[in-house]
């Protein structure tokens, strides 16, 4: 016992520099528990046999909810759709609808741009002719409303020696959107 006494008390009777310092180290002692006291469980209820309360229905719609519900949603409009080509043809001759295609390079002469487009309702493109990026003709076209095959409508612009170069016409909705668009050239 004399042995472990002198062990532990060595490091302090030493050198300093051998000296290692202690942590003290605070022990709480372990919590005490009380006991709490024991309570019965509680004495269960009788059973009540009347059925739970519903939840409350809403009232039927009434005429003016019914016209406030129509006017919110008349005043949401669908977009219309945009017409679609269903044909676009460059034609050197048109005649009874029967187009007969241009020669390429286009040479002078009359030109026709012919195309049929389906739209759901009446509405209105535009052939637009241009020459080495340059408009020179626009023609604005009536399409009636029609659900099949599409509205034949077709323009037409004279080639003159003078309109050598690099042409396209485009077709564009009443919006301006780019529906279609023949690229030829006039020699």
Not at 61 to 73: I, M
Request: glycine share 4%; with cysteine; charged share 20%.
């Amino acid at each position: 016992m004399l042995m472990v006494i002198l062990a532990a008390g060595l490091p302090r009777l030493g050198a300093p520099e051998l000296a290692v310092p202690s942590r003290e180290v605070a022990i709480d002692p372990p919590p005490t528990m009380t006991p709490l006291p024991i309570t019965p469980p509680p004495e269960p209820s009788p059973v009540d046999a009347s059925p739970a309360p519903e939840e409350p229905t809403p009232p039927p719609p009434t005429k003016s909810s019914r016209a406030a519900d129509k006017a919110t949603t008349s005043n949401i409009t669908p977009a219309p759709a945009r017409p679609v080509v269903t044909r676009a043809s460059l034609c050197g001759e048109l005649d009874d609808w029967s187009c007969d295609p241009a020669d390429r390079p286009v040479p002078p002469g009359p030109l026709f741009f012919y195309t049929q487009i389906k739209s759901p309702t009446a509405t209105t493109i535009q052939h637009r002719w241009y020459q080495d990026n340059h408009l020179r003709q626009a023609v604005d076209l009536r399409v009636e409303a029609n659900r099949t095959a599409g509205y034949r409508t077709y323009s037409r612009n004279l080639m003159k020696s003078e309109s050598a170069g690099d042409w396209r016409v485009e077709v564009r909705s009443h919006d301006g959107a780019l529906l279609h668009e023949e690229r030829f050239a006039v020699r």
